[in-house]
């Protein structure tokens, strides 16, 4: 991918800047810094997001495992469970991940489809990471296969998920996290942990990620291949990392990281880019890293 249509993109967002004050006063109840100073912080995040969402950040990160999947099905089955392996260290969650599709082979989903899960039971039996075990990976094959078995692709899936709640992004997670549970049943108690219940209220950091994986595009890291949701509506992946760099910096005043606090740092980051806000999940990162201060 070339970064010219990434540029354009950010282009197209700053057209229409500075926001107004009845849009400053929509979040200002959440947001720590005044109007001028939330502005003037605009040109420095953009600067970190630009200089870290490049082609060698995929060297070092869960997504360069995804890349190498010629067809769309597997990406999308590839990207999930990298996405629910993104807990801790990126090499570690890289190793682990590779370390899972050396049983699922080149195609997948094929293998998803045409194997079983005592197979599965097999294949993962000594399977360690963070908490995960072979209880966790099975219930997460048994859910992928079910909804492929109901809609071809996992877009599909996320698409009717959209639909079924009037396309409104603040309920998206909720109503996936009860389709793929319904799907992987029995669902395990523990592994409620890695796919929350829809009342839990979590901020669902893995699952935005693999949506910000999936559907962002234009730019040399993310893969941009579906879209049933613009990358507008997109919600930022909280962690606690990204938590405290947020709070740090002024962007959000709420001390949990939960789905509130998503929906409160995305509409501030909105404000900052409306067309794409979560593209300063890449300055989290760069900040991060750099260990930078205003």
């Known amino acids: 991918m070339t970064n010219t249509p990434h540029s354009s993109r950010n282009h197209e967002s700053n057209a229409s800047w500075p926001p107004s004050r009845a849009a400053y006063r929509e979040i200002s109840s959440y947001c720590a810094l005044s109007k001028p100073k939330l502005e003037a912080l605009k040109p420095w995040l953009d600067n970190h997001a630009a200089r870290f969402e490049e082609p060698r950040y995929i060297e070092n990160d869960p997504i ?29 969650v890289i190793q682990k991940t590779l370390l899972l599709m ?27 990471h963070r908490t995960f075990n072979v209880i966790d990976i099975v219930a997460f094959l048994r859910g992928l296969k079910v909804l492929l078995q109901q809609g071809e692709t996992l877009e599909t899936i996320w698409k009717e998920c ?18 793929f549970r319904a799907a992987a049943e029995p669902f395990p108690k523990r592994t409620s942990r890695h796919i929350s219940t829809p009342e839990s209220k979590t901020a669902s950091k893995r699952l935005w990620m693999y949506l910000r994986w999936m559907v962002r595009s234009g730019g040399p890291v993310d893969l941009g291949q579906w879209t ?20 740090r910096l002024g962007l959000l005043k709420r001390k949990a990281n939960d789905a509130l606090a998503v929906e409160q740092l995305t509409s501030v980051l909105r404000y900052l880019d409306p067309l794409d806000p979560v593209k300063y999940d890449y300055a989290f990162l760069g900040i991060g890293i750099e260990g930078e201060s205003l």
């Open 102 to 128: 050396e049983n699922l082979g080149p195609h997948p989903a094929l293998t998803l489809r045409e194997t079983s899960e005592e197979q599965w039971m097999q294949w993962f039996a000594s399977f360690r």
């Open 162 to 179: 959209f639909d079924a709640v009037q396309q409104d992004p603040v309920c998206l997670m909720s109503e996936f996290q009860r389709r």
């Open 228 to 247: 049933f949701i613009s990358p507008s509506q997109l919600r930022i992946p909280l962690d606690v990392h990204v938590g405290r760099q947020s709070r």
């Open 64 to 92: 360069g495992v995804v890349v190498g999947y010629e067809e769309a099905v597997d990406r999308e089955i590839v990207a999930f469970l990298a996405a629910m392996m993104a807990w801790g260290r990126r090499e570690i």
